[in-house]
């Protein structure tokens, strides 16, 4: 097995500097965030010297400033990216015709078989790194592995600008020293669990017990267990077949009968859906909702948009209504959002949707690095605290729906 993970390095702070007409370089303190005017919001990117500060996305500007004075505060350009990252993937698609995008700024891309075409996955890495920096001016970090989680890991390994090679034959040479939470999707909290247990690396955990793990952990215990391992099944799917639709349901713990409790539920389906919409680049033109009732009967309604949209308030703008008059009171035991007729074409704003549009996205961008960082439920809405649902429709981002 062969596959690349393809990672742009720091990408919207990249893009400012690319489009800067060599007013900014890769070494100028630069951040993107919300409202540089106000000096307010939250950082969305910074470039290498300011996160060397700790300077880090998802932080309040003020709190960045306070680390780099005299960083460089630029509005973000969403448009830009859009194009920025169209032009990536045609790149990465000219190596493999199997690629799946992950996020805006980053693909994994299938190579298995392309190797008579371009060399040896570590030429074709060392090839993709130096067409993007040539043609695009932007950097990214490569990393080749035998499944998905060694192509991840080894992106992360190093960059900026840098190939990794990982498998099995270095996977604990290379991994286990790292601290535990360095994982795919090892969050905050299971890496202070773990820690309590005396885990402190990636290597404490893979020579962990799995009945331990797993009475700890649950399901999720024997997974960190594989991934330490560098044990990854993931098939990756090609984009045309995740173009068609993108959903997500779940069967309620308890029956939600208000109609406080099915929005609720309503809004954690929508952020969980509107998240996986924007880690594969895409935007929904059609929006649906489905409710199964105690007593199994189903309904569904669905939308079309007056636009494309990714946006989580904007698409729950839309189900939020249909929900109700479907429900009328009703006890409902699952609820499901849907997603369809998806583009990734570019943005297209009227001046008096894009300042709120803006601001919106910019709340989503937040939570996604977070939730990338230290698992989904890092991030939880107030109204959304008292939601459950049952552990076997548990949230993945890798989920295919």
């Known amino acids: 097995m062969s596959i690349l993970h393809v990672d742009l390095n720091s990408f919207y702070a990249s893009c400012a500097v690319a489009d800067s007409g060599g007013k900014y370089t890769a070494e100028t303190p630069l951040i993107v965030c919300g409202d540089p005017k106000k000096r307010h919001g939250i950082v969305l990117a910074a470039t290498y010297p300011v996160k060397h500060r700790g300077v880090r ?207 609720a539920a309503l809004l954690r389906q929508t952020e969980q859906t509107a998240y996986r919409l924007r880690h594969a680049g895409l935007r929904a033109c059609v929006a649906g909702v489905h409710l199964r009732y105690t007593d199994l009967q189903y309904e569904s309604a669905q939308k079309t948009l007056s636009r494309a949209t990714d946006v989580t308030d904007e698409l729950y703008g839309v189900l939020r209504p249909l929900a109700l008059a479907l429900h009328r009171g009703r006890a409902v035991r699952q609820i499901g959002v849907s997603f369809g007729r998806l583009t990734g074409e570019a943005e297209q704003l009227s001046l008096f949707d894009a300042a709120r549009h803006v601001r919106m996205r910019a709340l989503d961008e937040a939570t996604d690095t977070l939730r990338d960082k230290f698992g989904f439920d890092i991030v939880r809405r107030m109204s959304t605290l008292g939601f459950a649902h049952t552990e076997k429709d548990d949230f993945t981002p890798f989920a295919r729906h």
């Not at 859009?82 to 994994?108: C, H, K, L, N, W």
């Not at 190093?158 to 034959?169: F, G, I």
């Not at 331990?212 to 267990?225: E, Y």
């Open 57 to 263: 996305a998802g932080m309040p500007v003020w709190q960045a400033l306070s680390l780099y004075p005299n960083a460089v505060l630029v509005p973000p350009e969403y448009a830009r990216y859009t194009e920025y990252s169209e032009a990536f993937m045609q790149i990465i698609r000219s190596y493999s015709p199997v690629t799946m995008r992950y996020g805006i700024d980053e693909s994994y891309v299938d190579y298995n078989g392309c190797e008579h075409l371009f060399g040896a996955p570590e030429t074709a890495a060392h090839a993709i790194r130096e067409r993007v920096k040539q043609e695009l001016s932007l950097t990214v970090s490569v990393g080749v592995g035998d499944n998905m989680i060694m192509a991840k890991m080894g992106s992360d390994y190093k960059k900026p600008d840098a190939v990794t090679v990982v498998n099995a034959e270095n996977w604990e040479r290379l991994m286990w020293p790292l601290p535990v939470e360095s994982l795919m999707y090892i969050g905050r909290a299971s890496a202070r669990r773990l820690r309590a247990m005396g885990v402190q690396t990636i290597g404490d955990l893979a020579r962990q017990d799995q009945a331990a793990l797993r009475a700890l952990f649950g399901v999720n215990g024997h997974a960190m267990w594989e991934r330490a391992n560098g044990r990854d099944d993931t098939r990756l799917i090609s984009e045309p077949e995740q173009q068609k639709s993108v959903s997500h349901s779940t069967t309620l713990e308890r029956d939600a009968c208000g109609d406080a409790a099915v929005c």
